[in-house]
Structures are given as C-alpha cells and as structure tokens.
C-alpha cells in the first residue's frame, strides 16, 4: 500500500476557537483500483477541535475549478492555490494571476478575500465595500481557479472542474 503524500501544511485560524493553531493538512493518496484521494486533516492544538474530510482528486492536467459561493459553508471551504494558479472572482472584480505567489497555500474562501482586502490597501471604496460583503456572506460570488500545473484544488463537493 501507498504511503500518503504531505502535498501541503499550513496553521489557520480555528473556526472553533479562533486561536491562530489550526494546522491544516493536506495529503495525497492513492488506492490501487480507486484511483487518487485527497485527505484533509486538520487539528487545533488549542481546543482539541478535529476535522477530516476526503475529496477525490482526479486532475492531473490543466483545469478549471468553479465554485459558486452561496452560503456560509461555501465560505468555509478550503482551497489549496497552488503556485501556478490564477484565481477570478468576476461578480468582485478580483483577478489575481500567478506569480504575486511564490509557494502554494491553503486557505478558506473568506481567507482568500481577506489576503484580497489587505492587498487592495484600506482606500479601495466601493470594491472593498464588495469584498466585505461577500465576508460577510451578504453577497453571491463565483470562485474561478486556472491552474495549468492541476494542482490546485477547492474542498467542495459542489465544484465544477473542467479541462483548461
Ligand atoms: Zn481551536
């Protein structure tokens, strides 16, 4: 049998206890006849808090990911950007190409809108505005991920993946 592979590590902030020791795992892993599955473990070392989910992780060329972000949940979903991906938020007017991003991360939809916020500076208006709302759940929004390299992935059953 396979060992899993480590693809990706990062500590978050819990969303039990809000303490900045969430470590998130990710780990590839592949079951002969089954095909590949991604393992997402995450432990707080705060409040004990435990969760572990598994996706299937069929790409391995260039891909499209989609998620319409509609509730509460979506904004929870994990994503793993990696390297090469670019990400569009069309409904926000956010496009962000790879490159400003020299390793993969993990993050959450809202995390991904926070980095956006920080990055577009405190006087930003109306977009701001937008982006909070959508933090906020107050605002509907499609997540598009571009990733040549079919590494990246978004942690939720409702994603539509297509070829690149
Ligand atoms: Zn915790």
Same mark, same amino acid.
């Given at each position: 049998?396979?060992?899993?592979? +480590?693809?990706?590590? /990062?500590?978050?902030?819990?969303?039990?206890?809000? *303490? /900045? &020791?969430?470590?998130?795992?990710?780990?590839?892993? #592949?079951?002969?006849? /089954?095909?590949?599955? +991604?393992?997402?473990?995450?432990?707080?070392?705060?409040? @004990?808090? %435990?969760? =572990?989910?598994?996706?299937? $992780?069929?790409?391995?060329?260039?891909? =499209?990911?989609?998620?319409?972000? #509609? &509730? /509460?949940?979506? +904004?929870?979903?994990?994503?793993? %950007?990696?390297?090469? $991906?670019?990400?569009?938020?069309?409904?926000?007017? !956010? #496009?962000?190409? $790879?490159?400003?991003?020299?390793?993969?991360? !993990? &993050? &959450?939809? =809202?995390?991904?809108?926070?980095?956006?916020?920080?990055?577009?500076?405190? *006087?930003? @208006?109306?977009?701001?505005? #937008? !982006?909070?709302?959508?933090?906020?759940?107050?605002?509907?929004?499609? +997540?598009?991920?571009?990733?040549?390299?079919?590494?990246?992935?978004?942690? *939720? %059953?409702?994603? $539509?993946?297509?070829?690149?």
């Amino acid at each position: 049998m396979n060992e899993p592979l +480590l693809l990706h590590e /990062e500590t978050l902030k819990c969303p039990v206890c809000g *303490n /900045e &020791t969430y470590k998130v795992q990710l780990y590839l892993y #592949e079951i002969p006849a /089954e095909g590949k599955i +991604l393992i997402m473990v995450g432990e707080c070392s705060s409040c @004990g808090y %435990r969760h =572990r989910d598994v996706f299937p $992780a069929e790409y391995k060329s260039p891909v =499209r990911i989609e998620l319409k972000v #509609e &509730t /509460e949940e979506d +904004l929870e979903t994990f994503v793993f %950007r990696s390297s090469s $991906a670019d990400v569009e938020l069309p409904e926000l007017g !956010i #496009e962000v190409m $790879a490159g400003a991003l020299y390793q993969g991360v !993990i &993050t &959450t939809v =809202r995390g991904l809108l926070e980095t956006f916020l920080t990055g577009l500076g405190s *006087n930003c @208006g109306q977009k701001c505005d #937008e !982006i909070k709302e959508a933090m906020e759940g107050k605002k509907k929004f499609t +997540l598009i991920i571009k990733d040549p390299s079919g590494l990246s992935y978004v942690l *939720n %059953r409702k994603v $539509a993946v297509t070829p690149l």
